[in-house]
Protein backbone atom coordinates (compact mmCIF):
# COMPACT_ATOMS: atom_id res chain seq x y z
CA UNK A 1 0.00 0.00 0.00
CA UNK A 2 2.43 2.56 0.96
CA UNK A 3 4.91 0.95 -2.35
CA UNK A 4 1.83 2.06 -4.46
CA UNK A 5 -0.56 -0.74 -3.89
CA UNK A 6 -4.27 -0.11 -3.18
CA UNK A 7 -5.58 -0.89 0.22
CA UNK A 8 -7.76 -2.82 -1.19
CA UNK A 9 -4.97 -5.05 -2.76
CA UNK A 10 -3.32 -5.62 0.08
CA UNK A 11 -3.98 -9.24 1.63
CA UNK A 12 -4.35 -8.52 5.06
CA UNK A 13 -5.44 -11.80 6.61
CA UNK A 14 -3.27 -14.63 6.12
CA UNK A 15 -5.08 -17.62 5.18
CA UNK A 16 -4.35 -20.96 4.18
CA UNK A 17 -7.64 -21.83 3.50
CA UNK A 18 -7.53 -19.04 0.92
CA UNK A 19 -5.04 -20.43 -0.37
CA UNK A 20 -6.30 -23.88 -0.40
CA UNK A 21 -9.49 -22.36 -1.93
CA UNK A 22 -7.66 -21.01 -5.02
CA UNK A 23 -5.91 -24.99 -5.63
CA UNK A 24 -10.00 -26.39 -4.88
CA UNK A 25 -10.85 -23.62 -7.47
CA UNK A 26 -8.39 -24.56 -10.49
CA UNK A 27 -9.18 -28.39 -9.64
CA UNK A 28 -12.83 -27.47 -10.47
CA UNK A 29 -12.90 -25.50 -13.52
CA UNK A 30 -10.53 -28.52 -14.78
CA UNK A 31 -13.30 -30.81 -13.93
CA UNK A 32 -15.94 -28.44 -15.24
CA UNK A 33 -13.91 -28.30 -18.22
CA UNK A 34 -13.03 -31.66 -18.90
CA UNK A 35 -16.86 -32.15 -18.46
CA UNK A 36 -17.53 -29.35 -21.09
CA UNK A 37 -14.83 -31.31 -23.65
CA UNK A 38 -16.67 -34.66 -23.18
CA UNK A 39 -20.27 -32.06 -23.66
CA UNK A 40 -18.89 -30.22 -26.91
CA UNK A 41 -16.88 -32.71 -28.49
CA UNK A 42 -18.69 -35.26 -28.47
CA UNK A 43 -20.97 -34.62 -31.66
CA UNK A 44 -18.07 -33.63 -33.61
CA UNK A 45 -16.04 -37.19 -32.41
CA UNK A 46 -18.94 -39.21 -33.25
CA UNK A 47 -19.33 -37.93 -36.68
CA UNK A 48 -15.58 -38.65 -37.27
CA UNK A 49 -15.97 -42.43 -36.41
CA UNK A 50 -18.94 -42.86 -38.81
CA UNK A 51 -18.42 -45.20 -41.65
CA UNK A 52 -19.27 -43.90 -45.26
CA UNK A 53 -23.09 -44.70 -45.29
CA UNK A 54 -23.57 -45.26 -49.50
CA UNK A 55 -27.35 -44.97 -51.14
CA UNK A 56 -28.00 -46.75 -54.50
CA UNK A 57 -30.38 -45.15 -56.88
CA UNK A 58 -31.10 -47.45 -59.63
CA UNK A 59 -31.32 -46.30 -63.02
CA UNK A 60 -34.27 -47.24 -65.52
CA UNK A 61 -33.28 -48.78 -69.00
CA UNK A 62 -35.19 -46.04 -70.48
CA UNK A 63 -32.98 -43.07 -68.84
CA UNK A 64 -31.17 -41.68 -71.50
CA UNK A 65 -27.11 -40.48 -70.63
CA UNK A 66 -27.53 -37.19 -70.78
CA UNK A 67 -31.02 -37.51 -68.27
CA UNK A 68 -28.38 -39.48 -65.85
CA UNK A 69 -25.67 -37.06 -66.23
CA UNK A 70 -28.52 -34.45 -65.08
CA UNK A 71 -29.62 -36.35 -62.25
CA UNK A 72 -26.16 -36.50 -60.86
CA UNK A 73 -25.40 -33.12 -60.96
CA UNK A 74 -28.51 -32.86 -58.88
CA UNK A 75 -27.28 -34.92 -56.55
CA UNK A 76 -24.35 -33.09 -56.23
CA UNK A 77 -26.54 -29.79 -55.26
CA UNK A 78 -27.83 -31.92 -51.98
CA UNK A 79 -26.42 -31.48 -48.58
CA UNK A 80 -26.57 -34.71 -47.51
CA UNK A 81 -24.41 -35.97 -50.74
CA UNK A 82 -20.45 -36.37 -50.08
CA UNK A 83 -19.52 -38.00 -52.91
CA UNK A 84 -22.01 -39.05 -56.13
CA UNK A 85 -20.79 -41.81 -58.41
CA UNK A 86 -22.30 -43.11 -61.59
CA UNK A 87 -21.86 -46.74 -61.87
CA UNK A 88 -23.03 -48.80 -65.45
CA UNK A 89 -24.49 -52.19 -65.51
CA UNK A 90 -20.71 -53.51 -66.82
CA UNK A 91 -18.83 -51.81 -63.84
CA UNK A 92 -21.29 -53.36 -61.63
CA UNK A 93 -21.40 -56.91 -63.27
CA UNK A 94 -17.12 -56.38 -62.97
CA UNK A 95 -17.45 -55.66 -59.36
CA UNK A 96 -19.67 -58.27 -58.50
CA UNK A 97 -17.54 -61.21 -60.91
CA UNK A 98 -14.99 -60.18 -57.81
CA UNK A 99 -16.26 -62.37 -55.79
CA UNK A 100 -16.10 -66.06 -56.28
CA UNK A 101 -19.62 -66.87 -54.83
CA UNK A 102 -21.50 -64.73 -56.89
CA UNK A 103 -19.19 -65.29 -60.24
CA UNK A 104 -20.51 -69.02 -60.15
CA UNK A 105 -23.76 -68.01 -60.48
CA UNK A 106 -23.66 -64.78 -62.46
CA UNK A 107 -22.06 -67.24 -65.39
CA UNK A 108 -24.59 -69.36 -64.99
CA UNK A 109 -26.92 -66.80 -65.61
CA UNK A 110 -25.81 -65.82 -68.56
CA UNK A 111 -26.55 -62.18 -69.49
CA UNK A 112 -25.54 -58.95 -67.37
CA UNK A 113 -28.47 -59.11 -64.77
CA UNK A 114 -27.50 -55.63 -63.08
CA UNK A 115 -28.79 -52.03 -63.33
CA UNK A 116 -26.96 -48.81 -63.95
CA UNK A 117 -26.92 -47.16 -60.44
CA UNK A 118 -25.97 -43.82 -59.38
CA UNK A 119 -24.11 -44.50 -55.67
CA UNK A 120 -24.85 -41.50 -52.98
CA UNK A 121 -22.07 -41.47 -49.84
CA UNK A 122 -24.12 -39.40 -46.74
CA UNK A 123 -21.46 -36.90 -45.53
CA UNK A 124 -21.13 -38.52 -42.01
CA UNK A 125 -23.31 -35.35 -40.62
CA UNK A 126 -26.21 -36.17 -42.62
CA UNK A 127 -26.33 -40.25 -41.83
CA UNK A 128 -29.72 -39.24 -39.44
CA UNK A 129 -31.44 -37.75 -42.77
CA UNK A 130 -30.99 -40.53 -44.27
CA UNK A 131 -34.72 -41.04 -45.04
CA UNK A 132 -35.18 -38.15 -46.67
CA UNK A 133 -32.44 -38.87 -48.66
CA UNK A 134 -33.86 -41.97 -49.55
CA UNK A 135 -37.13 -40.13 -50.22
CA UNK A 136 -35.78 -37.37 -52.35
CA UNK A 137 -33.63 -39.95 -54.52
CA UNK A 138 -36.73 -42.13 -55.16
CA UNK A 139 -38.93 -39.14 -56.38
CA UNK A 140 -35.80 -38.34 -59.44
CA UNK A 141 -37.36 -39.43 -62.72
CA UNK A 142 -36.16 -42.44 -63.98
CA UNK A 143 -35.23 -44.17 -60.51
CA UNK A 144 -36.70 -47.30 -60.48
CA UNK A 145 -35.58 -48.53 -56.69
CA UNK A 146 -33.37 -46.79 -53.99
CA UNK A 147 -30.69 -49.27 -51.64
CA UNK A 148 -30.37 -48.55 -48.45
CA UNK A 149 -28.11 -50.54 -45.78
CA UNK A 150 -31.19 -50.20 -43.14
CA UNK A 151 -30.01 -52.78 -40.73
CA UNK A 152 -26.25 -50.90 -40.53
CA UNK A 153 -27.43 -47.45 -40.09
CA UNK A 154 -30.46 -48.97 -37.17
CA UNK A 155 -26.95 -50.09 -35.48
CA UNK A 156 -25.34 -47.13 -35.88
CA UNK A 157 -27.78 -44.55 -34.93
CA UNK A 158 -28.54 -46.45 -32.00
CA UNK A 159 -25.46 -47.36 -31.09
CA UNK A 160 -24.44 -43.55 -31.43
CA UNK A 161 -27.41 -42.68 -29.09
CA UNK A 162 -26.35 -44.81 -26.54
CA UNK A 163 -23.00 -43.46 -26.54
CA UNK A 164 -24.46 -39.66 -26.86
CA UNK A 165 -26.78 -40.81 -23.82
CA UNK A 166 -23.55 -42.17 -21.62
CA UNK A 167 -21.06 -39.39 -22.75
CA UNK A 168 -23.75 -36.40 -21.78
CA UNK A 169 -24.94 -38.12 -18.50
CA UNK A 170 -20.51 -38.33 -17.42
CA UNK A 171 -20.59 -34.46 -18.63
CA UNK A 172 -23.58 -33.21 -17.08
CA UNK A 173 -22.14 -35.32 -13.79
CA UNK A 174 -18.70 -33.81 -14.00
CA UNK A 175 -20.18 -30.17 -14.89
CA UNK A 176 -22.02 -30.81 -11.33
CA UNK A 177 -18.84 -32.04 -9.91
CA UNK A 178 -16.34 -29.26 -10.82
CA UNK A 179 -19.00 -26.60 -10.18
CA UNK A 180 -19.51 -28.09 -6.56
CA UNK A 181 -15.82 -28.25 -6.22
CA UNK A 182 -15.73 -24.39 -7.70
CA UNK A 183 -18.69 -23.46 -5.05
CA UNK A 184 -16.65 -25.35 -2.00
CA UNK A 185 -13.45 -23.18 -3.24
CA UNK A 186 -15.09 -19.91 -3.31
CA UNK A 187 -17.24 -20.72 0.24
CA UNK A 188 -13.73 -21.15 2.01
CA UNK A 189 -12.62 -17.40 0.24
CA UNK A 190 -16.01 -16.06 0.79
CA UNK A 191 -15.92 -17.09 4.90
CA UNK A 192 -12.59 -15.63 5.54
CA UNK A 193 -13.81 -12.88 3.19
CA UNK A 194 -16.99 -11.74 5.27
CA UNK A 195 -14.64 -11.59 8.44
CA UNK A 196 -12.30 -8.95 7.09
CA UNK A 197 -14.82 -7.18 5.89
CA UNK A 198 -16.72 -7.02 8.91
CA UNK A 199 -14.41 -5.30 10.06
CA UNK A 200 -13.70 -2.63 7.37
CA UNK A 201 -17.25 -2.50 7.57
CA UNK A 202 -16.68 -1.10 11.49
CA UNK A 203 -14.18 1.21 10.24
CA UNK A 204 -16.71 2.53 8.05
CA UNK A 205 -15.85 1.24 4.91
CA UNK A 206 -18.40 1.59 1.77
CA UNK A 207 -19.82 -0.69 -0.75
CA UNK A 208 -17.90 0.05 -3.31
CA UNK A 209 -14.56 -0.34 -0.76
CA UNK A 210 -15.91 -3.62 0.24
CA UNK A 211 -16.90 -4.57 -3.39
CA UNK A 212 -13.81 -3.67 -4.75
CA UNK A 213 -12.07 -5.73 -2.03
CA UNK A 214 -14.20 -8.79 -2.41
CA UNK A 215 -13.86 -8.58 -6.74
CA UNK A 216 -9.77 -8.86 -5.65
CA UNK A 217 -9.87 -11.69 -3.46
CA UNK A 218 -13.76 -13.75 -4.77
CA UNK A 219 -13.96 -13.07 -8.19
CA UNK A 220 -9.85 -12.49 -9.43
CA UNK A 221 -9.07 -16.09 -8.51
CA UNK A 222 -11.99 -17.79 -10.08
CA UNK A 223 -11.69 -16.09 -13.35
CA UNK A 224 -7.82 -16.25 -13.48
CA UNK A 225 -8.35 -20.19 -12.32
CA UNK A 226 -10.57 -20.84 -15.01
CA UNK A 227 -8.39 -19.19 -17.14
CA UNK A 228 -5.84 -21.43 -16.47
CA UNK A 229 -8.01 -24.39 -16.58
CA UNK A 230 -8.62 -23.43 -20.09
CA UNK A 231 -5.03 -23.11 -21.35
CA UNK A 232 -4.00 -26.59 -19.33
CA UNK A 233 -7.33 -28.31 -21.26
CA UNK A 234 -6.18 -26.81 -24.51
CA UNK A 235 -2.64 -27.68 -24.56
CA UNK A 236 -3.67 -31.32 -23.38
CA UNK A 237 -5.81 -31.40 -26.39
CA UNK A 238 -2.76 -30.18 -28.49
CA UNK A 239 -0.75 -33.07 -26.96
CA UNK A 240 -3.38 -35.76 -27.73
CA UNK A 241 -4.05 -34.99 -30.90
CA UNK A 242 -0.28 -35.25 -31.91
CA UNK A 243 0.99 -37.51 -30.34
CA UNK A 244 1.02 -41.31 -30.83
CA UNK A 245 0.23 -42.30 -27.17
CA UNK A 246 -3.46 -43.31 -27.35
CA UNK A 247 -2.56 -44.85 -30.52
CA UNK A 248 0.22 -47.32 -28.31
CA UNK A 249 -2.49 -48.00 -25.79
CA UNK A 250 -5.07 -48.84 -28.26
CA UNK A 251 -6.99 -46.21 -26.79
CA UNK A 252 -9.32 -44.62 -29.90
CA UNK A 253 -8.54 -40.88 -30.54
CA UNK A 254 -10.51 -38.64 -28.10
CA UNK A 255 -12.42 -36.04 -28.96
CA UNK A 256 -10.76 -32.50 -29.94
CA UNK A 257 -11.04 -29.91 -27.30
CA UNK A 258 -13.90 -27.69 -28.60
CA UNK A 259 -12.36 -24.06 -28.60
CA UNK A 260 -15.73 -23.01 -27.57
CA UNK A 261 -15.61 -24.22 -24.20
CA UNK A 262 -12.59 -21.89 -23.51
CA UNK A 263 -15.41 -18.78 -23.79
CA UNK A 264 -17.62 -20.74 -21.73
CA UNK A 265 -15.02 -21.74 -18.88
CA UNK A 266 -14.32 -17.89 -19.39
CA UNK A 267 -17.83 -17.01 -18.74
CA UNK A 268 -18.40 -19.23 -15.88
CA UNK A 269 -15.57 -18.10 -13.89
CA UNK A 270 -16.40 -14.44 -14.25
CA UNK A 271 -19.94 -15.60 -13.68
CA UNK A 272 -19.23 -17.17 -10.76
CA UNK A 273 -16.30 -14.88 -9.11
CA UNK A 274 -18.65 -11.70 -9.35
CA UNK A 275 -21.81 -13.76 -7.86
CA UNK A 276 -19.53 -14.87 -5.03
CA UNK A 277 -18.31 -11.35 -4.62
CA UNK A 278 -21.48 -9.55 -4.71
CA UNK A 279 -23.15 -12.39 -2.33
CA UNK A 280 -20.20 -11.73 0.15
CA UNK A 281 -20.80 -8.31 0.23
CA UNK A 282 -24.31 -8.43 1.05
CA UNK A 283 -23.94 -10.92 3.68
CA UNK A 284 -21.86 -8.14 5.54
CA UNK A 285 -24.45 -5.38 4.54
CA UNK A 286 -27.25 -7.25 6.25
CA UNK A 287 -24.96 -8.91 9.14
CA UNK A 288 -26.30 -6.14 12.17
CA UNK A 289 -26.03 -7.77 15.68
CA UNK A 290 -24.67 -11.36 16.64
CA UNK B 1 -23.93 13.12 20.91
CA UNK B 2 -24.64 9.66 22.23
CA UNK B 3 -27.77 8.64 23.22
CA UNK B 4 -29.05 5.05 24.60
CA UNK B 5 -32.76 5.59 25.16
CA UNK B 6 -34.57 2.63 27.01
CA UNK B 7 -31.93 -0.09 25.08
CA UNK B 8 -32.32 -3.47 26.91
CA UNK B 9 -30.65 -6.69 25.20
CA UNK B 10 -31.83 -10.27 25.47
CA UNK B 11 -29.38 -12.69 25.62
CA UNK B 12 -31.36 -16.24 24.25
CA UNK B 13 -34.26 -15.92 27.36
CA UNK B 14 -31.99 -14.13 29.64
CA UNK B 15 -32.43 -9.88 29.66
CA UNK B 16 -28.35 -8.85 29.89
CA UNK B 17 -29.80 -5.25 31.20
CA UNK B 18 -33.04 -3.37 30.17
CA UNK B 19 -34.07 0.05 30.22
CA UNK B 20 -30.42 1.55 30.47
CA UNK B 21 -30.68 5.10 29.21
CA UNK B 22 -27.69 7.49 28.99
CA UNK B 23 -26.46 10.28 27.31
CA UNK B 24 -22.64 11.84 26.50
CA UNK B 25 -22.32 15.26 24.64
CA UNK B 26 -19.52 16.65 22.89
CA UNK B 27 -16.46 17.24 25.44
CA UNK B 28 -17.16 13.97 28.10
CA UNK B 29 -15.87 11.18 28.75
CA UNK B 30 -17.96 8.86 30.63
CA UNK B 31 -16.95 5.36 31.25
CA UNK B 32 -19.03 2.35 31.49
CA UNK B 33 -19.14 -0.04 34.87
CA UNK B 34 -20.26 -3.46 35.15
CA UNK B 35 -18.72 -6.55 35.90
CA UNK B 36 -17.81 -9.43 33.71
CA UNK B 37 -20.72 -10.64 30.92
CA UNK B 38 -22.98 -7.25 31.85
CA UNK B 39 -22.99 -6.16 28.35
CA UNK B 40 -20.53 -3.49 27.90
CA UNK B 41 -19.17 -4.43 24.97
CA UNK B 42 -22.19 -4.66 23.74
CA UNK B 43 -23.39 -1.63 24.26
CA UNK B 44 -20.35 -0.27 22.44
CA UNK B 45 -21.18 -2.69 19.56
CA UNK B 46 -24.83 -0.69 19.16
CA UNK B 47 -23.39 2.41 19.10
CA UNK B 48 -21.72 1.73 15.78
CA UNK B 49 -24.39 -0.81 14.78
CA UNK B 50 -22.44 -4.03 15.05
CA UNK B 51 -25.35 -5.41 17.58
CA UNK B 52 -28.62 -4.08 17.98
CA UNK B 53 -30.78 -3.82 20.88
CA UNK B 54 -33.66 -6.15 21.41
CA UNK B 55 -35.72 -2.89 23.25
CA UNK B 56 -34.95 1.04 23.06
CA UNK B 57 -32.64 2.82 20.01
CA UNK B 58 -29.46 4.14 20.08
CA UNK B 59 -28.59 7.70 18.81
CA UNK B 60 -25.60 8.85 17.00
CA UNK B 61 -26.10 12.99 16.57
CA UNK B 62 -29.85 12.04 16.90
CA UNK B 63 -29.98 9.44 13.93
CA UNK B 64 -31.08 6.17 15.15
CA UNK B 65 -28.37 3.40 14.42
CA UNK B 66 -30.52 0.45 14.49
CA UNK B 67 -32.93 1.89 11.63
CA UNK B 68 -30.05 3.87 9.75
CA UNK B 69 -29.75 2.06 6.03
CA UNK B 70 -26.25 0.77 5.33
CA UNK B 71 -25.04 3.90 3.61
CA UNK B 72 -25.78 6.08 6.47
CA UNK B 73 -24.64 3.98 8.94
CA UNK B 74 -21.15 3.72 7.16
CA UNK B 75 -21.10 7.81 7.65
CA UNK B 76 -22.20 7.30 10.84
CA UNK B 77 -19.59 5.01 11.38
CA UNK B 78 -16.78 7.89 9.87
CA UNK B 79 -17.31 9.76 12.55
CA UNK B 80 -16.86 7.06 15.38
CA UNK B 81 -13.47 5.76 15.70
CA UNK B 82 -13.56 1.87 18.04
CA UNK B 83 -10.30 1.09 20.12
CA UNK B 84 -10.14 -2.43 20.50
CA UNK B 85 -7.86 -5.11 20.56
CA UNK B 86 -9.43 -7.42 17.77
CA UNK B 87 -7.58 -6.23 14.94
CA UNK B 88 -7.45 -8.74 12.47
CA UNK B 89 -5.80 -7.20 9.71
CA UNK B 90 -2.53 -8.30 11.13
CA UNK B 91 -0.10 -9.89 9.03
CA UNK B 92 0.17 -6.07 6.88
CA UNK B 93 2.85 -3.90 8.08
CA UNK B 94 2.19 -1.16 10.66
CA UNK B 95 1.88 1.44 8.30
CA UNK B 96 -0.18 -0.55 6.08
CA UNK B 97 -2.89 -1.14 8.77
CA UNK B 98 -3.11 2.11 9.77
CA UNK B 99 -3.53 3.25 5.67
CA UNK B 100 -6.09 0.79 5.67
CA UNK B 101 -8.08 2.36 8.89
CA UNK B 102 -7.70 6.06 7.55
CA UNK B 103 -8.56 4.70 4.03
CA UNK B 104 -12.23 2.55 5.28
CA UNK B 105 -12.92 5.94 7.08
CA UNK B 106 -13.31 7.95 3.97
CA UNK B 107 -9.74 9.49 3.50
CA UNK B 108 -8.61 9.43 0.26
CA UNK B 109 -5.43 7.84 -0.67
CA UNK B 110 -3.40 10.62 -0.83
CA UNK B 111 -4.68 11.59 2.73
CA UNK B 112 -3.67 8.46 3.59
CA UNK B 113 -0.93 8.15 2.70
CA UNK B 114 -0.03 11.96 4.70
CA UNK B 115 -1.70 10.98 7.62
CA UNK B 116 -0.81 7.09 7.90
CA UNK B 117 3.30 7.70 8.59
CA UNK B 118 2.84 10.59 10.82
CA UNK B 119 0.07 8.67 12.51
CA UNK B 120 2.86 5.79 13.21
CA UNK B 121 4.84 8.15 14.65
CA UNK B 122 2.21 9.64 17.15
CA UNK B 123 2.34 6.65 18.30
CA UNK B 124 6.33 6.43 19.08
CA UNK B 125 6.05 3.66 16.46
CA UNK B 126 8.25 4.68 13.13
CA UNK B 127 11.06 2.93 13.59
CA UNK B 128 8.07 -0.02 13.43
CA UNK B 129 6.61 1.35 10.44
CA UNK B 130 6.97 -1.75 8.23
CA UNK B 131 7.34 -4.42 11.13
CA UNK B 132 4.11 -6.73 10.67
CA UNK B 133 1.55 -5.48 13.00
CA UNK B 134 0.96 -8.96 14.05
CA UNK B 135 4.61 -8.67 16.12
CA UNK B 136 3.97 -5.72 18.05
CA UNK B 137 3.44 -6.08 21.43
CA UNK B 138 0.14 -5.44 23.39
CA UNK B 139 1.06 -1.94 24.39
CA UNK B 140 2.36 -0.88 21.10
CA UNK B 141 -0.75 -2.03 19.16
CA UNK B 142 -2.49 -0.12 21.98
CA UNK B 143 -0.83 2.77 21.22
CA UNK B 144 -0.98 2.34 17.04
CA UNK B 145 -5.19 1.74 17.58
CA UNK B 146 -5.29 4.69 19.59
CA UNK B 147 -3.40 7.20 17.28
CA UNK B 148 -5.02 5.74 14.49
CA UNK B 149 -8.76 6.55 16.20
CA UNK B 150 -7.42 9.93 16.60
CA UNK B 151 -6.14 10.32 12.95
CA UNK B 152 -9.77 9.64 11.47
CA UNK B 153 -10.52 12.61 12.89
CA UNK B 154 -13.59 11.18 14.97
CA UNK B 155 -16.27 13.31 17.15
CA UNK B 156 -17.09 10.19 19.05
CA UNK B 157 -14.56 7.45 20.46
CA UNK B 158 -15.41 4.30 21.60
CA UNK B 159 -12.67 2.59 23.80
CA UNK B 160 -13.58 -0.90 24.64
CA UNK B 161 -9.86 -1.87 26.03
CA UNK B 162 -9.85 -1.97 29.42
CA UNK B 163 -7.05 -0.80 31.46
CA UNK B 164 -5.58 1.05 28.05
CA UNK B 165 -4.29 4.08 29.51
CA UNK B 166 -1.92 2.04 32.56
CA UNK B 167 -0.03 1.60 29.13
CA UNK B 168 2.79 3.92 29.02
CA UNK B 169 2.09 6.20 25.40
CA UNK B 170 4.45 8.36 23.94
CA UNK B 171 3.61 11.83 25.43
CA UNK B 172 2.12 13.51 21.98
CA UNK B 173 -0.55 10.66 22.02
CA UNK B 174 -2.07 11.89 25.29
CA UNK B 175 -1.32 15.68 23.91
CA UNK B 176 -3.42 14.64 21.25
CA UNK B 177 -6.19 12.66 23.47
CA UNK B 178 -6.65 15.21 25.91
CA UNK B 179 -6.84 18.00 22.96
CA UNK B 180 -9.71 15.81 21.04
CA UNK B 181 -11.82 16.07 24.27
CA UNK B 182 -11.00 19.62 24.76
CA UNK B 183 -12.43 20.07 21.18
CA UNK B 184 -15.07 18.86 21.56
CA UNK B 185 -14.95 15.01 20.94
CA UNK B 186 -16.87 12.27 22.93
CA UNK B 187 -15.80 9.59 24.66
CA UNK B 188 -17.51 6.37 25.96
CA UNK B 189 -14.99 3.33 27.41
CA UNK B 190 -15.50 0.31 29.10
CA UNK B 191 -13.03 0.67 32.31
CA UNK B 192 -11.79 3.69 34.12
CA UNK B 193 -9.32 6.40 32.86
CA UNK B 194 -6.51 5.29 34.84
CA UNK B 195 -2.77 6.11 34.50
CA UNK B 196 -1.75 8.58 32.27
CA UNK B 197 -5.20 9.97 31.95
CA UNK B 198 -6.68 9.43 35.67
CA UNK B 199 -6.85 13.33 35.94
CA UNK B 200 -9.44 13.64 33.13
CA UNK B 201 -13.23 14.28 34.45
CA UNK B 202 -14.64 11.32 33.84
CA UNK B 203 -18.49 10.57 34.96
CA UNK B 204 -19.39 6.61 35.19
CA UNK B 205 -22.49 5.13 33.60
CA UNK B 206 -23.41 2.18 35.80
CA UNK B 207 -25.15 -1.07 33.54
CA UNK B 208 -26.66 -1.67 37.10
CA UNK B 209 -30.21 -0.99 37.78
CA UNK B 210 -29.26 2.38 39.57
CA UNK B 211 -28.28 3.95 36.13
CA UNK B 212 -25.62 6.33 36.16
CA UNK B 213 -23.99 7.61 39.23
CA UNK B 214 -21.47 10.66 39.63
Redo the contacts between chains.
Sequence with gaps: MSGGTAPWAVSPVPSKARRAAIYLLGVGWLIFGAALWVKLGMPGWLSSRRPPVMLEAFVGETVIPYQVESMVAAVQTQPFCCEVRFVSADEAHAEAVKDERARTLLEAYGSNPFLRSIRVTLCPTSIEAFRDAEVWLRKQPGVTAVRVPEAMLQRLIEGEALVRSSGMAVAIMGMLAGLLVVLGGLSLIGASLEDELAGWARLGAGTGQMMARSLRVCALPAVLASVVSAVILELAGLVLRFSDALAAWNIPPVPEWPHNADWMLLLAGVTAGLLASVWVVFAVLRTRGR | MLQYLHVGKKAGEKWLFADFNCEIRGGEVAWLEGGPGAGKSVLV?MA?????PTTGAVFVDSASI?KSG??AL??I??G?S?VRDD???????T???M???L????KN?EQ??AF??EAVSRAGLRDL?DVPFCDLSGGQRAALTLSRSLARKPHLVLIDWPGIFDLNFPPQLIVDFRQFITEGGAVLMTGKPGGQLSDVHARAVSLEPKGESA
Design positions: DIGMDVSFAQRRRILDRFDVISVEWELGWCGGRTRARS
